[in-house]
Every structure is written in C-alpha cells, then in structure tokens.
C-alpha cells in the first residue's frame, strides 16, 4: 500500500467533481459533484493522516468535514427548490440574475 | 598720576549698583528700533502716518528714562550712606576687579558686589583697624561711589576675545537718556504740525525713530564697538534727515557733505578704538579700557595717539573747527530735525565719546597737569570760530547752527581743562535752551515760509507772542543772564579752567588754563551779542515780509495767500517751545555751586553727584573741581551785560533810528574802516575754509593753500603741545614735529574732503542718473517682470497644471472606472459555473506557481 495510490484516487475524484461542478447544468448534479470534491479532500486528509502520523488523528478533520457538507447539501438543496420553485427548472444556465 | 589733583571727596570705597531698569536699559532703544520698523512697515496705513507710533514709543521710552533716572539716583543715594556692615564694597584693586567685574557682570545680583576684606561682618584685629583707618580717613563718612552697571552677554568668540553685547549705565548715561528722549518726545509732537502734510512723512518719522533708537543704543553701549555702531547710525540718520527734501540740489549737496565729513573724521575713531583694544590687551569694554588707562597699565604714548585719533571723530561729529563746515549746510534740513540732531543730541556725540572715555583722554592727553592740549584748544578755537561766524549770518537757523558750534566748542573745551561734569551738565543745558531756540526758528519761519532774517522777517513779536517770548528766553538762557540755565553751565565751564585764579593772584590747582578762560569770556561776549541781533531782527523792528507781494502783480493769487500777516503757530508747536523754555529757566537749578548762598550741600551740586562718576569707581579719573567764584561770576555777568548793551545800542537804537524796517547802518562801521570790512568779508566767506576744501572762488588754489597752511601750523602747534606734554620731549623739537604733523594731517584731510566733495560732486549726477536707470531699468524692470512673468506662470499653471494634471487625472479617473466597469461587465455574464470555471484555473495556476517557486 502506498501513499501514491490514494493520492491518484482522490485525484480522480477530484477532477470528476470538478468537471460536474464545471460542466453539468443539472444543479443537483453540481451538488453532488461538490460531495465528490468533498471526499476527494477527505481521502486525501486520511492517507496523509495514516500514512505521516500526526498529533491529531486525521479522521477528527474527516468527520467535521462530512458534517459540514450534510449542511451544505442541505442549504443547497433548500436553494435548488427555491429556485425550481420560482422558475420550474433547475438549469444552471437559466440562473443568470448577476449577470452585468 | 598728577599730584596736583586733590584726593576725590568720596574715597576709595565702591558699592556696585543695582535695579531693574539699571539692567534692563536696552529696553528703551529696542523700543525706538521696533517703532521703526513698524512704521516703516505700517506707518503709511496708519491714520496719522505713523506718527502716533514714533509718539507713543518716544513716551514710554521718556518715562522708562526717568525711571531709570529715578533708580541711579536712588542707587548713589544709597551708596553714599554706605556703612561697613549695609554695603558689599568692591576691592579697591581695578585691575583684578573689573575682569571680574565683567564675567559676573550677567549675575550681579546673585553675586552682589565683592566681598572684600575691610571687615565685613569679621571682628578679627587687621579688619577692625582698617575699618579704623578708614573711618578716620572719612572723618567718620561711610559713602561709597556707585559703579556703573554692566549687563552683557557674548555676542560672539574669536581667537580667544568675547566680543560682547550690552549695557552699560551710570550717571551719565542715564543724563543723555532723559535729554535724549525728551528732547525726541518734543520735536516729535512738534513736527506733526510743522511737516504735516509732507510727501515723505511717514519716512520722515521713521527716521526720527531710527535716529532716537540710534543715540540711544550709542549712549547705552557697554564697549567701544557697539558705540561705533551708533555712531555711524546717527550718521546715517543725519545724512537721510538733511537730505530729507532732497529734490532740492543744495539740500541733497549738504546731505553729502554732512556725511563726507563724518566719514573723514570715523577713519580717527575706528583708527583710534583699535589702537584702544590693543593697548588695553584686548578689550573692547569702556571700562576696561578707562581703568586700564587710568591704573597706568596702558601704554602713554598709544593713549596719546588714541585720544587724538577720537579727537579727529569728535571734531566731525561735534562740529569742531576746521571739520565744523558740515553743521550750517546741515540746516538744510527740516528745522525740528536740525533742533533734535544739529543741536541738541546728535552732535553732542562727540562731547558724550570724550566723557565716556574720559579716563583715556584724561591721561592720553595729560589733562591733569598740563597747561594747554589739544582738546582744550580746538574747544576754544571752536567757540571763537562759531561765534564770530554767528554774527555775519542772515539766515536765523544758521546763526543758531553756528551758535551750537560755539557751544559745542565750550564743551569740548571744558572737557579739555578737565571740567568734565561743566561739560556734561553744560550739554544738558543746551540741550533744553538749543532745541527751544530751533523750534522757536521754526515757528517763525513756519508762518513766513523763510529762515531770512533781513528779508522776510521783522516785527514778528506782535505777531508771534508766544513764540516771541520763549525765544527770548532761550536767547537770555544761551547768552548766560542769571539765573537761566545757560548762566549756571558756562559759569561752570569757565570756573572749571582755573583760570580766574590767575588774575585773583592764586596759584590755583591748574591755573594755567587761563587762555582758555579768556577765550571763553569773549566767547560769552560774541554770544549776548549776536543773540541779542537775532531778537531785533527777528522780532523786533517793522515787518519785512510779504514783499513779493509789492515786487510782482497781485495777479497770483498763490502769493496772497503765502504772504499774508503771519500768525502764532498752533498748539503742537506752541507746547513743546513752552516746556523747553520752562526747562530752560529752571534747570540750571540743578547744579548750583557749592556753597551757594549758604543753600545746605543737599541742595547744591545736585547733578555732579549723580552724574560724575568718583575715582573710586576705577573707570573714572581723579578730577579736580574748581571752586566757584562771586567775582568771577559777577564779572562773566557784567561781560554779557555788556556785550547785550552794545549790540542793544546798535541795533535797537541806532538802526531802529535810522529806519524801522532797517536791518544794518548804511555807514557802520564795517563801510568806514578797512579793517573791519576785511574781518567781515573774511567772517562772510566763512573763515574761507568751505573754499580751501573745494578749493574754489575766491580763493583760488594759492589762497587755499596759505589758509592750509595757517590753519595746519595751528593745528600743528596744537598737537605740538600736545606732544610736548604727553611725551615729555622738548618743546621745540615736540613743536616742530607737531607742526609738520599737523601740516600733513590737514593737507590729508583737506585733499580727502577735497577729492571727496570733488568725486562726490563729479560722480553724482552720473551715479543719480546711473541708480535711476537701474531703478527704472532693473528694479522696476525687475519687479514688473517678476509680474508680468508671474501672470504668465499663473496662466501656465491654470491651464497646464490645474486643468491638465489635476482636473486631468480626476476625469481620468473617473473616465477610467467607468471603461474598466465597460469592460467588466462583460465578464459578468450571471453564469456560476463561469465563475467556477475561472476560480479554479486561478487556483490551478496559483497552485502551479507554488510548486514551481517552491
């Protein structure tokens, strides 16, 4: 087991979420890829944990990591309704009320 | 020294005085200075033209002399009822004690005087018997001289000498303020009136301040170099005030001369103080200086040449024969400058540098036990002059300009016999009756636009009774008629030569004045009468103005109005004649002689005690005094009186005779005999010396050089006995060398003043022409190119700067946010995943960066 291999692993993940941040109009889709990123970090956080040994266990970071994106899905889920609710779709391209 | 001086009254005890305005003295110039400056600066915004400015500062100044006046008496007063145990004597050993005197000079109050061991507060035997001694010596008197009070501080050091800064008053300081500033307080009310009106006022009164700042810095100097400093002041002011209606070519020519002369003569005074400085090892201090002269550790012979290069500066400034030709030009003028500075204060700077630096000529020029020097005889040569040349004169200012050389020369020539508080108190004297006869002048001449007697004036005692009445009294105070002051202070002069003894069989102290004595006595004469001429012609007889009225057509209206009956001058020109002539009755008071009618010696000798510094001082020689005389004063009396008869008889009687309007006897003597008419012509062209000095008609260069010759073989004859008594040579090889001596200083002299009238007259037109052209041409072409130039700079910056640089950036700025915002807005689409997409290839690039720099 080598460090490398985890780091590929939250890379891949990375990237994926990043492209569906990038990339999908679905804002549920974004959501999620938002989670992916989320984890990737996590991985990240926890090989580096087990693998370099620290004072405070890697997993604290982890978990309060996982606990704030349950919020934020939430609060992002909340928006995603909120403007379903006012436009009846949920296309990110069609959500240009900032633009100049 | 000379052991014919008798030991000075108040023994060799001395108490340092003290006081707030003691010290504090430059207060009073500094006043003066800051009221020319103000006027200078305000003057003309000021609704009299700054006049109430010179008035207000004058006043203080007056009132801040008396005070200090009041604070010297008090201080002699309490000096001279020193006992042992109230007073801090000062060690009678002058040359240990005045460097001492001079570094604790800034703390005295703090250090007081100097302990010194005639048993103060100590019962110890060697104390106690000097006590003894000493009070046996004093019959049981305790009185001590006040010393002068010194405030310096170090200007400056070089070379191991501080130069210093400061104050130095006593007596005779604190004399010449109170003169001083009333004399200036006066003329300044009075010429409000008299040049109201005038183009140059404000300048005009500015000058009067500079010019009473001047004189009194220079009476108030502690050392010899701040009295250079006001010397050439008062010179400056002198020259600005003479030439004050300089549109006029004579006025500015006397201006000229007026300054010419001074400057012939300052060559002596800076020649003579730095000859001073190094013979006193290198002090500059009056103090210094007098007590090292007097303790015998400065070197006779440089004392000699000293005193006889300040000799040449008082013989300019004062108005002494054969520099005295500057005075009667001087009157060109405006009449209260010719009575505050041609009369009253300025020249008397001469007399004032002689008696401050008394002990320097006292032994420099063997006063004490000679029988004739220098001093004493170009005094006594300068009062013949003056009042013979007094006679010949119409123009009334230049009698009295004449009648000051006169009495100048009295002072100068009490100085040289050794009558130095006859001198002082003689100034102040003159000073009062002087300043009341220019003024009244004045007056006269202010209601018949002309100072000629013959022609314009006459009868003006029915016009001018005021004026009329205190002129009268400044004559009789200046003729020296019992009891005005004039009287007291001539009486003085000629006790103090000593040479009444002579004829009274006495071998006196120092009798061997008696030439002085009898050249005073004519002088006394000459006064009575020519004053006595100046009253009929002035006020007496019928009125001769107004003529030009009957020569030309009455067709000009103008001359009406000029020549009109003149009438009394106002009340800004009556009121000072008024004080004047109160103070000239009275202050002859001041010093009655000892003894006088059995008065109490509180009331006697009042000013000699708080003016004449005692020899115990250290800084002041051992003087004798004269012991006044009945007889000596009745027959000066009946001199005077005789001389007034005679004139009265001439002129009252005779002319008057012979026509009420007349101003001469048609057949006088002077038509009858050869003789006379020849002294006339000769007083006419005024002893020929203004001729020897340009060297023009009718002398010519021959007769210019035979009168050379005379007066430098007499001046010659002068520095000869001079040389004689100071050097104890021969008399004859003394006499010789003095001649040739004198022969070459007057041929020095004359050919400076020639070549310097002649360059002066040659250069000036081409220099006025020249400092117009630069005026026209540089200053103003400067200033209105400055103008010009700044406009074009303020139009440069307006239109480059403000609009371009600053009204510039602040559109550019606002023409840039609005095209930065243009531009902006386009990135703004509303998009998040846009936005997304640039933040993470921020990230990615500033990640990049990172791996890169680390």
Known sequence: MYLIQFLILSSLLFCI??????????????LMSIELILNAVNINLIAFGAFNGAAIPAEVFALFIIAVAAAEVGVGLALVLTIYRNSKNIDLDHVDLLKG | MSTTYLAAEAGDLAVQASGFFLENVWIIPAIMASSFAII???????????S????AAVGICFVLALMTAGQWIGQVNEAANCTPETCDYIQDDHSEDTDDRSEDADDHSDEGAFPVDIGVGSADGESASALTAFTEAKEGSTSAAAVAVLSERTWWSNGGIDFTIGTMVDGLTVTLLVVVTLVSMLVHIYSTDYVAGDRRFTHYFGFLSLFTAAMLFFVTSANVLQMIVGWELVGVCSFALIGHWWEEQPNSDAALKAFLTNRVGDIGLLIGMIILFFASNEKWGIIEINAGAIDGTTSHTLLLIASLCLLAAVMSKSGQFFLHTWLPDAMAGPTPVSALIHAATMVVAGVYLIARLYGVFFNGLSIGGSSINALAVIGAVTTLVGASLAFVQDDIKKVLAYSTISQLGYMTLALGVGAWTAAVFHLTTHALFKACLFLGAGSVSHAVHSFDMKKDMGGMRKFMPTTYKTFLIGSIAL???????GFWSKDEILAGTGGWGFFEGKSHANGAYTIMLVMGMITAAMTAAYMT??????FFGEFRGGHHDDSHATDDGHADALHDDPHESGPRILWPLRILAGLAVVAGLMNLPKGFLGLPSGWTLRFEHYVEPLAATGYFPKISHADPSWSLAIFSTLVVAGAVGVAYYYYFVRVNAQSPSATELVNGPTERSGLLKAGHTMLKNRYYLDHIYD???PVGA???????????AAAG???GFSLDNGLNQDFWPSLVWGALLGLTIFTIVTAALRSGMGIATVVKRPMANAANWVHENIIDAAVDEVGKNSVKTADALYKYIDQGVIDGSVNAAGRGSQGAGGELRRWSTGKVQQYATVMFAGATLLAGLLIIVI
Do not use: Q
Not at chain 1, 20 to 29: D, F, Q, W, Y
Not at chain 2, 40 to 50: D, E, Q, T, V, Y
Not at chain 2, 702 to 712: K, Q, V, Y
């Open chain 2, 702 to 712: 021959a007769g210019a050089s035979a009168m050379g010759t005379i007066f430098g």
């Open chain 2, 533 to 538: 001429r100046v009253m009929y012609l002035t």
């Open chain 2, 40 to 50: 200078l600066g305000f003057g003309k915004r000021m609704p009299r033209g700054g």
């Open chain 1, 17 to 30: 979420g990043v492209y569906g941040v990038l990339a999908r109009r679905n804002a549920v889709l974004v």
């Open chain 2, 479 to 485: 003729a020296g008629l019992p009891p005005l002051a």
């Open chain 2, 717 to 719: 004859l002068t520095l």
């Open chain 2, 695 to 697: 060297g023009g008609e």
């Open chain 2, 52 to 55: 109430e400015i010179g008035i």
